[in-house]
């Protein structure tokens, strides 16, 4: 069993900056798919970047350019480096595993279908 809890949300100001971290227990993140997700107040959860267990990453064109994905395996963590932030990134973000893939599928942005999700971490951007 996977654990993830994600950390690093806050509020910020439109144009700023935030890094989020995932910190997983119950398994080494070395071998499988991770993402990062969001939820905005009202809306439907989006998917934002995917990292496959190579490091190869995927991301919604909502945030590509602006949001980088990366792990750190020894640490058994999973980052989300946000730039440029505005308003519409308002949301709350999760941290996902698929354990039983090492390889991302390129349908998770769209479809989840994801084994494990942290409870989340609050991200806020004032204009």
């Known amino acids: 069993q996977v654990q993830l809890v994600e950390s690093g949300g806050g509020s910020v100001q439109s144009g700023g900056s935030l890094r989020l971290s995932c910190a997983a227990s119950?398994?080494?993140?070395?071998?499988?798919?991770m993402a990062w997700f969001r939820q905005a107040p009202g809306k439907e959860r989006e998917g934002g970047a995917t990292?496959?267990?190579?490091?190869?990453?995927n991301y919604a064109d909502s945030v590509k350019g602006r949001f980088t994905i990366s792990r750190d395996n020894g640490k058994k963590s999973l980052y989300l480096q946000m730039d440029s932030l505005n308003p519409e990134d308002t949301a709350m973000y999760y941290c996902?595993?698929?354990?039983?893939?090492?390889?991302?599928?390129?349908?998770?942005?769209?479809?989840?279908?994801?084994?494990?999700w942290g409870k989340g971490t609050l991200v806020t951007i004032s204009s």
């Open positions: 990292i496959n267990g190579a490091g190869i990453t």
């Open positions: 996902a595993a698929a354990v039983r893939r090492y390889f991302c599928t390129g349908k998770e942005l769209a479809e989840g279908g994801m084994d494990y």
């Open positions: 119950g398994y080494t993140i070395g071998g499988f798919c």
